[in-house]
């Protein structure tokens, strides 16, 4: 004779259910958690050796955090012989299809050295150009530019930035990303200066 149903056993059935399925959750988050995380770093890594001066040091060991307007900024310092040879903004805003995720170089000087995309989700043969590596793309136009002589706009919004064509939207997305960088290379400069002018 079957065994009649009650609410108590539903209740235990699916308490069970929830407990083993979390169980397995757990599982595979902690046997997916390190190789993800050194994932994670190997594309930092590949972006930051793209976007700075070479350098002999692993920055990324070296991080440290800038706020500037409210907003935490990561940067990696790249240092030659001791000396910093440039830094790496990490810098996150939204474009068109979400969050742009890009790494913007500089030199000791202050000049955009080279910029990386590190994740998008925008629109394939669109934004998606952001991240294109073929000579003459969007990201060369930052390259080697002193931002106080380069207005960091798009050019229908008074700059001198170039957007993508159809894609004014992640264009202008980027260029603010870029702009924040330059900000946030600013702060730096100005707390390199206080920490001399204290000696």
Request: hydrophobic letters at 40%; proline letters at 4%.
């Amino acid at each position: 004779m079957a065994k009649k149903s009650s609410f108590v056993n539903m209740v235990v059935v699916l308490g069970l259910v929830c407990l083993i399925c979390s169980a397995l959750l757990g599982a595979v988050y902690v046997v997916t958690e390190a190789p993800i995380a050194a994932a994670n770093l190997a594309k930092t890594n590949q972006a930051i050796s793209e976007v700075v001066p070479a350098f002999d040091n692993v920055p990324s060991d070296e991080k440290f955090t800038v706020s500037v307007g409210g907003k935490e900024y990561l940067v990696y310092p790249a240092k030659a012989q001791g000396a910093v040879s440039g830094y790496a903004v990490e810098c996150s805003v939204i474009g068109f299809g979400g969050p742009v995720k890009i790494m913007v170089g500089f030199d000791a000087a202050g000049n955009i050295y080279h910029s990386s995309v590190i994740s998008h989700s925008e629109t394939p043969g669109l934004g998606a150009k952001i991240s294109d590596n073929s000579q003459g793309n969007f990201r060369e136009q930052f390259k080697g530019k002193n931002p106080k002589d380069y207005k960091l706009k798009v050019k229908q919004d008074g700059g001198d930035v170039d957007a993508i064509t159809a894609s004014t939207i992640t264009s202008r997305a980027y260029t603010s990303a870029v702009k924040e960088a330059c900000d946030v290379f600013d702060a730096i400069a100005v707390k390199a200066g206080e920490g001399q002018s204290n000696e």
